[in-house]
């Protein structure tokens, strides 16, 4: 059962463009989630997060948007750049994971950015 | 100092050998975890420390043994690997295991390959 799921294993997109990646969950006892970019044989680097009580986080080129009624996040990079090409996985935790800091992955959105 | 330290960055090692895996953080955080990633997949939880106890194990084969010896320090001990547990281990850590902002950091990851 994938309690945490994105549905576009790859996004291809033009530089300057926005960026659109999406990710469902099906747990509602989730309250606080993440977005991870990684580059092959590299840890996860933490990009923006957003608790449950919000809405929408912005930081930066990067906006993540949060509809806890469709349980539903998206994250949105503004302009796009070459260098924003990675994969990305977005991540849940909170009292839907036992209330441990486990962390709920997704399976990744492999984001081309084209110069 | 907000990084998670991995040693070795590389390793290479055979089905017989012991080796160990080394992480270390100092920023206070009192839970540490080990997660475990192939390729193209999300990480994949494999121990939990809260407060340099182990309060998650997820299952995994006795041929990886954690070990705790204080609140920074996280060690992953293995012994009689086998061939597909070749992966990036990725160790993490965050200022606890309850719902909010755990300050989630991960590590750049050991490349473990086993011949």
């Known amino acids: 059962d994938q309690q945490v799921k994105q549905n576009s294993p790859s996004l291809s997109v033009q530089e300057g463009r926005i960026s659109i990646l999406n990710c469902d969950y099906t747990?509602?006892?989730?309250?606080?989630f993440l977005w991870y970019k990684k580059y092959p044989a590299e840890g996860p680097t933490f990009l923006i997060s957003?608790?449950?009580?919000?809405d929408k986080n912005e930081d930066g080129r990067f906006t993540v948007f949060l509809n806890k009624s469709a349980k539903h996040l998206s994250l949105h990079i503004v302009p796009s750049q070459p260098g924003d090409s990675a994969v990305y996985f977005c991540?849940?935790?909170?009292?839907?994971?036992?209330?441990?800091?486990?962390?709920?992955f997704g399976q990744g959105t492999t984001l081309q950015v084209k110069p | 100092d907000t990084e998670v330290t991995q040693t070795p960055k590389h390793l290479v090692m055979g089905m017989t050998n012991k080796k160990s895996l080394k992480c270390e953080q100092h920023?206070?955080?009192?839970?540490m975890y080990w997660y475990k990633q192939k390729a193209k997949k999300p990480p994949e939880l494999m121990f939990v420390?809260?407060?340099?106890?182990?309060?998650i194990n997820e299952s995994v084969p006795s041929r990886f043994s954690p070990e705790c010896p204080n609140s920074s320090l996280l060690n992953l001990h293995l012994h009689a690997l086998q061939p597909e547990d070749s992966a990036l281990y990725l160790c993490a850590s965050s200022w606890s295991g309850t719902g909010g902002d755990y300050g989630y950091t991960f590590g750049s990851g050991t490349r473990l390959t086993v011949v």
């Open positions: 957003i608790s449950s009580i919000k």
């Open positions: 991540a849940a935790s909170g009292s839907g994971s036992g209330n441990t800091g486990k962390l709920i």
């Open positions: 920023m206070g955080h009192r839970a």
């Open positions: 420390y809260s407060y340099e106890k182990l309060s």
């Open positions: 747990n509602s006892m989730f309250d606080y």
